[in-house]
């Protein structure tokens, strides 16, 4: 009953069975502990009071496995519960009342680590988001060639097997800071999110989101729902590029990718208007990160800080950021989390090279 609680008290931003190993995880850590799963559950009812802290004793090389991810046990349990957006754990701080914060120094001494969501705030932006309009191409653009004439780059060696995985991009939809829907796992190179209601609920290309139903919708999401119409397109490339276009007649989407930012040379927190019928190449580019993973001078830490490049978000309809006075995507009424899941895999062969005594997270 305990464990199902503390499922249903999620912030939505995870799919069931994510979360759901993830409370499994912490409660098997936590069930030798009197009270302190008691303490949990006050601190998830009464989020703004004054709470301990909640701990468990830090892994070899402080992550933890979910299903198929490694992080940071505080940024897992801070996304679950708190910010459905959070990406990595250079967006947190501890509050000053924490007692265990996380450390990602290599403090072997450090036995308990805190992940009571209430113990970290976000990090102030230190500069502020900007608005620009994209490299655009138009309807003219050549169309991308069948997966069948593609031939992997002999150069990037590193993305010549991407397609046989299962599911190159996992697709979360979100209406404000709650998660709707099951997530969607892309097999196919071509990628529609769409907001009809495709009654085929087992195409493999075809994201739907009229079919999601959400008993709490307010009225400002139905509205911006009603423009989606034929939504975004999705391609991945056979060199591992991937390319989005806005396949609407009359709704914007606006796209936020750092990967794509450091490629124009543009600020992290540059927001893209992609207006009707307009697309953007290489929104992930598999060349520039390639580079980034493989940099000889890098280390465990600079390595880790790129998962961030391995998300993109799409807004329908409205921005967020300065130009539109709402700082962060969970304002918008209905919005995307894409994650590109080859890149992490690469993340995580890397870190093992460059620690190969921390390559097994304990449990």
Known sequence: VLRSKIVNWKQGHEDNEHSQRAVDFLIKKLKNSEGVLDSLAKVLLNPYLPSPCITIPPSVDKRIQIVYRKEFPHVVYCRLWRFADLQNYHELIPSSQCRYPFSSGNNRSQKHVCINPYHYDRVPSQVLPSIIEPRINNENTPPTP????????????????????????????????????????????QIFVDGYTSPYRNFSNRFSLGLLENIKRQKGVEFVRESIGRGIELIEHCNGDVSIR???????????SILYNRLIGSNDFTIHHLPRRQSIHSIFNSSLFAQLVNDPLATYESILDLTKLCSIQVSFKYGWGYEYGQREITSTPCWLSILINEPLRLLDARLQQLQPQQATTSS
């Open 146 to 189: 069948p997966l069948s004439m593609c031939s992997p780059d002999p150069y990037s060696p590193q993305f010549s097997n991407h397609h046989t995985l299962s599911s190159w991009c996992t697709i979360n939809y979100y209406e404000y800071s709650s998660k709707v829907g099951d997530q969607f796992r892309a097999s196919s190179s």
């Open 246 to 256: 806005n396949r609407s007649w009359s709704c914007s989407v606006f796209v936020q």
